[in-house]
């Protein structure tokens, strides 16, 4: 194959543009794309009476290592995310959702399965880093449920979900897979961070040093824009902005980069802790929302938008250049910095647009939806411990009471409405109300020691059915 590295961006295909948005912080209060535009968001209410003939297609995007304020309809105030802004002006923007865990594999693990983490061996890891750990491909995933009611199924971008050989999208119900194993890589050499490269078409490596967010989005841009006979699900796992903090503009920091990782120091190389800052993170998540645009325009222009839903999050909360506020914590932490993410939906058919949704809602949830929306069913042998929010979003239902349960080596935490049971790594209980206090610095733990004691008896009851981290 020709070497193709330093072909510009541009060549590919326009971004798509857009006005800046201007937000203001704040869980409940972030200003929408819609406010700025003199569009005021409304409290959700499902569009009752109509629902769409045909089975959706279902377009799920991930941002890596995406903080919960990083977009700019989620109040970050130096970073422009337009077309991300424009799809949750179009569709509905969650203020209180969750990653189903605090890193990368994990959630994805939670998303895939519709489980928690530890109901599997693979899932206790936090995150993958062997060869010798991944995602059975037994286990009924959201892939092959739908693959099974007549869904194409692919996969672009991040797996982190084990590696060659025992573990592959394409064992796990994927017809497609194109991107990477791993759970990092050095955007141009593809180094990841078993120290190998690490770009993949199916099984087979595949040779393209171009930046690495750019070749995600041609082949996502291709997948939608094909011919397709039937529904189809497309996961599309970008990896920006997780580090090592580089921009299409940075080879020569890449190569240096990429020269630790050969000489063996691949875990300092691509943590990059001597390099980044806030403005080259900014520059990160402005090219993932321009890149995310290049795509929904592909899906506008192939007919396919007004019945596909599209589903937009981060895999867990941000890291160090990442912009929280209010949120304390952030990633590998189970404060809500850690697990709370943006998140946003668009389905036009079924529907209305300038809404904005307070219910907590995370990963598992998103699983049973997207299963009950295709006319997949789970399977009984592996019960799902998300809720499907089809009830809520098509016919107006309340979504019933429930606890919202995480688990972390170091972490515990439990939400039940506005309240949260957290264990720090200190073994240390608190209690929170989110609806008062989403920084969680007002301990209530002592005012209220019986609702405490009720709901840390509730994570335990639930962390008693899951795999002991001993099982790793």
Known sequence: MPDISRIPRRTFGGLVGGGAVTAVAGPAAAASPAAAQGKAERPFRARTGSRPGRRPNFLFILGDDLGWADLSSYGAPHIRTPNLDRLAAQGVRFTDAYSGSATCSPTRFSLYTGRYPGRTRGGLAE??????????????????????????????????????????????????????FGGALEYFSKLGQLGDYDLYEGDAAYKDLRYYTTVLTERAVDYVGRHHEG???????????????????????AARIAAKIRAGNVLGGLQHTDGGSVEKYREMVENLDASIGEVLTALRRSGQEENTVVVFASDNGGERFSYQWPLSGGKSELLEGGIRVPTVLRWPAAVDGRQVSHEPVYSPDWTATLLELGGARPDPAYPLDGQSLAGYLLRGERLPERDLFWRVRGNRALRRGDWKYYQDANGRDHLYDLAADAREQADLAADRPALLAELKSAWERINGTLLPYSAT
Not at 240 to 251: A, F, G, I, K, R
Request: charged content about 20%; glycine content about 10%.
């Open 127 to 180: 995150p993958i880093g062997s060869r010798t750990q991944g995602l059975d491909p037994n286990h009924p995933t959201l892939a092959s449920l739908l693959k099974r009611a007549g869904y194409a199924t692919a996969l672009i971008g991040k797996w982190h979900c084990g590696w060659l050989p025992d573990y592959s999208p394409t064992k796990s119900g994927w017809d497609e897979f194109f991107g990477n």
């Open 231 to 253: 529904p189809w699900l497309l996961n599309l796992n970008f990896t920006t902005p997780h580090w090592p903090w580089l921009t299409e503009d940075d080879e020569e920091t």
